[in-house]
Nanobody
């Protein structure tokens, strides 16, 4: 059973930055692709950014140029650097991976952007 553990959420003002971290435990495999999703209150969960072991990345249009997803030196660790945060970025952010056809989710970390 793979566990995804997120950290780094919090309350910030518009224009400020946060860095989220996610580490996967419970597998010796290197997970090819890992991603960040978010769920805004009352809306469906949406993809924010993804990264694979080849260095390929993908971003939602709403975060391009502001957010950067990267893999850490430790195996199966990813980060989400969020700059120029806006109130509309307020959401619960979830780490995700799919291994051998099974979806795994973290418990989520809350990011609140408010003045």
């Amino acid at each position: 059973q793979i566990q995804l553990n997120e950290s780094g959420g919090g309350l910030v003002q518009p224009g400020e930055s946060l860095r989220l971290s996610c580490a996967a435990a419970g597998t010796q495999l290197e997970i090819y692709a890992m991603a960040w999703f978010r769920q805004i209150l009352g809306k469906q969960r949406e993809l924010v950014a993804s990264v694979n072991t080849d260095g390929g990345t993908n971003y939602a249009d709403s975060v391009k140029g502001r957010f950067t997803v990267s893999r850490g030196d430790a195996k199966n660790t990813i980060y989400l650097q969020m700059n120029s945060l806006r109130p509309e970025d307020t959401a619960v952010y979830y780490c995700h991976s799919r291994v051998q056809g099974i979806d795994y989710w973290g418990k989520g970390t809350l990011v609140s952007v408010s003045s």
